[in-house]
């Protein structure tokens, strides 16, 4: 197999980068520094690139002294681990010195650093995240796996893999996410049983990395596959075990690439239930409140009217909505001409206040108190009734109060 270059990548030539490449190699030679990860693992893969992560035989504080003498900013974000962040141009680059674990306890590892590039490699978790590109955009495959996983579209461990998964047990969905990302076909066998292995130990990983991991593999192109596998190894068990049948998780996967409504397929319907399993994933308060919405009725996108969105989208919120929508569409796909207008509708519609309040009450003569606020309610209930109109309110305000004193 012939070694393939980067040297026209971008994110290579960009000019940020070469300012930071070039501040490297000025205090420690050539070849100290090169590209890891998923830059070079994208880039090869012809995937768009986001991040661009530098490995480099420094020592962290003569990173930060390189950084410096070259006028770019830098901040210790992981100085422990020996990672420092570089910013060039306003972009980002994480360099992180060479490494070899130490002592691991699944969770967090206490690493000591090397200058030695395979050692470095051999403590990563997947082939295709041990590749290494220099700034000439030569590739280095230091595992002698990297490229042919590349090419075979297959994620599999460095080394022992359920060694790997001993020292972070995070890496059992890892392995998913990736594979669910960048990997076709079944999954690697010597990887799935282990991940089937040491999947007791996912107990041990905090819920917020948990959910974090889970979230973006739900948002992978089509991660119905990997799903499936996960659920019928009991792996899924073990993260969601409120799980039931992948129906409803197939359909909604089918029309929207949210991970969170991926995920809300996935989860019980009752309100009480769905609290129980999101707060076990110790989601947001935002997504705990997007979940929660969809605990409602099933809309109906061929009987709702457009002045029942707008009512939907006055109480309830156009997130909430537009979620509810993708829902319905879930159960009726071939309805997508009418879910993409009663989108727009919510999308554009400019949500109105509420035209009255306690001083066009107090004007009609109504005492400060609670039938100021019945009165008011009973308005708004009227005025969401009608469709919102513009005008009329003083004259609805007087009718209302004219009914609760007859």
Not at 2 to 22: F, G, I, N, Q, Y
Not at 98 to 127: C, K, P, Q, S, Y
Request: net charge neutral; proline share 5%; with cysteine.
């Amino acid at each position: 197999m012939s070694t393939p270059s980067l040297a026209d990548a971008p994110w290579l030539t960009a000019a940020a980068t070469r300012k930071v490449m070039a501040a490297l190699e000025a205090e420690g030679g050539p070849d100290v520094a090169r590209f890891v990860g998923g830059c070079v693992r994208n880039s090869l893969m012809g995937r768009p690139v986001d991040d661009v992560d530098i490995a480099s035989r420094l020592q962290p504080q003569s990173v930060m002294a390189a950084l410096k003498t070259a006028g770019l900013k830098a901040v210790p974000t992981g100085l422990d681990h020996g990672t420092v962040t570089a910013v060039a141009d306003r972009q980002p680059f994480e360099i992180t010195t060479l490494r070899r674990d130490v002592t691991t306890d699944g969770r967090r590892a206490t690493v000591a650093f090397t200058t030695d590039w395979a050692e470095d490699a051999g403590r990563r978790d997947f082939h295709i995240n041990a590749l290494y590109t220099d700034g000439e955009g030569r590739v280095f495959d230091p595992t002698g796996h990297g490229l042919a996983d590349i090419a075979a579209r297959r994620v599999a461990f460095v080394g022992d893999a359920g060694r790997r998964i001993r020292e972070d047990r995070l890496r059992i969905l890892r392995f998913f996410r990736f594979h669910a990302w960048y990997g076709a076909g079944a999954p690697d066998a010597d990887g799935l049983a282990a991940c089937v292995e040491e999947a007791g130990g996912l107990g041990e990983l905090s819920a917020e990395r948990v959910s974090k991991e889970l979230l973006k593999l739900l948002a992978a192109p089509d991660p119905v596959p990997t799903v499936e596998v996960m659920a019928r190894t009991g792996i899924l068990a073990h993260l969601l075990p409120e799980a039931g049948t992948l129906e409803a998780f197939r359909a909604m996967a089918a029309v929207t690439d949210d991970p969170l409504l991926r995920l809300s397929s996935l989860l019980p319907g009752s309100a009480e239930a769905l609290d129980t399993a999101a707060r076990g994933l110790r989601l947001s308060n935002r997504e705990m409140a997007r979940l929660q919405a969809l605990t409602g009725p099933v809309l109906d996108l061929d009987a709702l009217e457009d002045r029942q969105v707008r009512a939907l989208v006055y109480r309830e919120g156009k997130q909430a909505v537009k979620d509810r929508l993708v829902r319905a569409l879930a159960q009726k796909p071939g309805r997508r001409g009418r879910h993409d207008a009663l989108t727009d509708l919510v999308q554009t519609w400019a949500v109105p206040r509420l035209p009255v309040g306690g001083r066009e009450v107090a004007a009609l003569g109504v005492s400060p108190g609670p039938e100021t606020g019945a009165l008011l309610k009973a308005f708004e209930a009227s005025w969401i009734a009608d469709d919102f109109p513009a005008t009329g309110h003083v004259e609805r305000l007087k009718a209302l109060r004219d009914q609760r004193e007859d």
